[in-house]
């Protein structure tokens, strides 16, 4: 264990900032892991909150103490170079990590206040109440139309009505209705991957989950489609809680509420977006944001 | 290098192709009506039929072989009379009942004279086989009418189409009718025998049985009387045909138009006439049952066997493979047993099938077989019911052979499934049998087809395992007939693969049977190909459906 450094002076002189390797030492040395959260963030209604958590692939291990309180119906951007382990923590939210069976977690999440990983929570259920978009698009081999309904389906709907209404208000709400209502019948990988991607959005809005996971969702897209998704982001913020794992830092900065800045496994500066961009307290979130590292 | 590889490409190609061409061409050509011919020998004496082969035979290896024989004086002698080496024919003779042989070997330095005579008829018998020789009379109700083979020939055509008729309804008499009381008196002995079994001999419904048993035998034999008496009113009718051909040897035999299949006279038929013939020996071939010893008639049964064993076999192995390849693919936990499992089944890909035939017979005959014997046939008893080889064991022994592939393959199109797509489905809240089941299992059905393409072919070709599991050289009961319960998968049935060993290697008349063992074989890939052909246009529409759409 290395000496505690003095705290060191930042970019502006500001004596308030500190080494990222300064805490991440304090933190290996025993100190409790930051809690204090922004106190923007504090007086919003809380969707979701990290508690303690920490996560291991085998005997590596990948997220470190995450404490973080994620605002209701906000979009919520995290950043942070590559292996520093957002998707990880994205994908633990609705426990998608399980599938690998080396995983080990530890600490809590809360959704809504009701534990996410204690025994007996019903994965299937809580995968309900938080839909996902992935980075790279992945429509089923199947009808548009099949594609939108398929959480309904795998749920026993079949009356007719029910899933015709709610195929053409997802879409909608994906904004895609316009573009395929007149073939929703045919395969959903004719379509472009701008498309497939709001498709997968209106996939996960369709059984109207609570939040909404988006894990780099335009990273394979171009331009346009990317702005579009964007547009979309913004249309939905209110009605779903959005968490999205993105590289994009225009992204981040334009679409999201509150930015979270993760390095090496931890959470290390958190707060309304324009503070993190704008004004960091830390050197690494300073110098990730101004693009000198990541 | 490139040299190398391509070389040894080149000679798999080759050896293929030269394979199927072979096979193609001896499979086609054997239908095809030849000449017939007459020769008259040194000795006066006179053969006809038709030339089946020719040959050149090695004087001098002959003469080196046997220096002081009387052969090889002759050859010595012939050739010097004809050139350096003499030719010899093999010539189908035929005219089994006066001859005691089918073909003859006729060296060309003892034939005097040859020619075709015009009015030469070849005779396809249902018994002794071929005849040839030259129509001298037609007789109807023992006179004869006809002095001139032209008018005897015409004569013939009139009448042999409603003969044959006959003759066919008369078999459709004696195996529909007769089979179907049969069956009834059968059923009917063993309902007595059940009685018997169940409530003890004595007992009352034991005497009911018997008493039912007692009525049924009289109306069965009423009736047996009644379909006898038909078909001996047909055999009268059919009686009062006859036609005397004369042979070579001035012969004259005469030949009963019921027994005749088919005749024609070789010398006059044009190019149609030919194609006509070649025409009605295919469907022959294709769509009759086998006649003497299977090297003449059709080879129905044995598609018949083939493709519904391999179509009951694909019905056993596929759903057993999937589910095996799911569990250890989908569920199971890697591990050192999950890769033992795989590395046995591997292995089991590799077994002699003899040793799955010899499985079969022990543990699906004989084990499985003879329990459900017990427990539900036991009237039956002594004689086996399913304790015997059949098609339904016949098909779970070749289900077992192929079972490997199957797995592997459909191993190979799970793990090609993209492991976004199941995340996908599992964020959607699906459980894990849900994304199994509509998104796994329809993207891997392709691959699941190619191993079921596999296999099928690996099943239908397979013949040594089928000979100890159920494949007999001749059934004569179809294994789907009208007789309830229709299907009868514990009956013996005909396979083309055991047919061609049949016809090729233990035929009486081997010389005839060679050229159906090609055409046998030619089918039997043509088989092979159509239910491939089958299944690769399934995968192909399969396939289009989850083209996935590049970004």
Known sequence: MRELQPIPVGPRGDTVHEDVTDRLARIAAGESAPTETHPEIESESIVLEMRDFCLSYGTKQALFGINMKVARGKVTAIIGPSGCGKSTLLRSINRINDLLPTVRIRGDMLLDGMSIYAPGVDVIELRKRIGMVFQKPNPFPMSIYENVV??????????????????????????????????????????????????????????????LLMDEPCSALDPIATTKIENL?????????????????????????????????????????????????????????????? | MIWLTGGALLIAVLMITGLLAFVFFRGITTMWPGPVVKLTMDDGATLMGE????????????????????KAALLRRASTAHGASPRRRLLRIGNYELTGEHFRWVDDYQVAAEDRPAWAVVVERTAWGRFY??????????????????????????????????????????????????????AARLAVRAAELRMGSGSGVHAERLRDYATAVQRISNEFARVR???????????KFKMILETADKREVTLALADIVRAYPANQLGFTGKLALYASRWREFLMDEPREANSEGGVFPAIFGTVVMTLIMSLVVAPFGVMAALYLREYAKAGAMVSAVRIAINNLAGVPSIVFGVFGLGFFCYLIGGSVDKMFFAERLPNPT????????????????????????????????????????????????????RIVLPHAM???????????????GEVAPLMLVGVVKLAPELPVDGIFPFLHPERSFMHLGFHIYDLGFQSQNSEA?????????????????????????????????????AL
């Open chain 2, 446 to 460: 392709p691959g699941i087809m190619t191993g079921l393409i596999l296999a099928m072919a690996r099943g239908a």
């Open chain 2, 229 to 239: 008496a038909e078909v001996a009113a047909l055999n009268a009718e059919n009686a």
């Open chain 2, 133 to 186: 020789g030259v129509p001298r009379a037609f007789i109807v109700e023992g006179q004869r009418v006809t002095e001139t083979p032209e008018e005897t020939w015409a004569l013939f055509g009139n009448y042999h189409p409603e003969v044959t008729a006959r003759r066919t309804k008369r078999r459709r008499l004696e195996t529909k009718d007769i089979g179907r009381l049969n069956a009834e008196l059968e």
């Open chain 2, 51 to 70: 030339i089946t082969r020719t040959e050149v035979q090695r004087y001098a290896a002959v003469a080196a072989a046997r220096p002081r024989t009387e």
């Open chain 1, 150 to 211: 398929y959480p309904l389906r795998i749920d026993g709907e079949t009356n007719r009505g029910m899933l015709d209404e709610v195929c053409e208000r997802s879409l909608r709400r994906a904004a895609l209705w316009e573009e395929v209502k007149d073939r929703l019948r045919e395969n959903a990988l004719g379509l472009s991957g701008g498309q497939q991607q709001r498709l997968c959005i209106a996939r996960a809005i369709a059984a109207d989950p609570e939040m």
């Open chain 2, 386 to 437: 399913y304790g015997k080889g059949g098609l339904l064991w016949a098909a779970f022994t070749l289900a077992l052979l192929t079972l490997p592939v199957i797995i592997v393959a459909t191993e190979e199109a799970l793990a090609a499934v993209p492991n976004s797509l199941r995340e996908g489905s599992y964020a959607c809240g699906a459980s894990k049998w849900q994304t199994i089941r």
């Open chain 1, 233 to 294: 982001m913004e249309e939905l913020k209110g009605q779903y809680s959005i968490l999205i794992v993105t590289h994009n830092l225009q992204q981040a900065a334009r679409t999201s509420d509150y930015t979270a800045f993760m390095y090496l496994g931890r959470l290390i500066e958190y707060g309304p977006t324009a503070n993190i961009f704008s004004n960091p307290h830390l050197v690494e979130t300073q110098e990730y944001v101004t693009g000198r590292f990541g």
């Open chain 2, 513 to 549: 049977a060679k050229p159906m063992v090609y055409t046998t074989t030619l089918l039997l890939i043509g088989i092979i190909f159509m239910l491939n052909f089958l299944a690769i246009r399934l995968r192909a529409r399969l396939r289009r459906k989850f083209v996935s759409v």
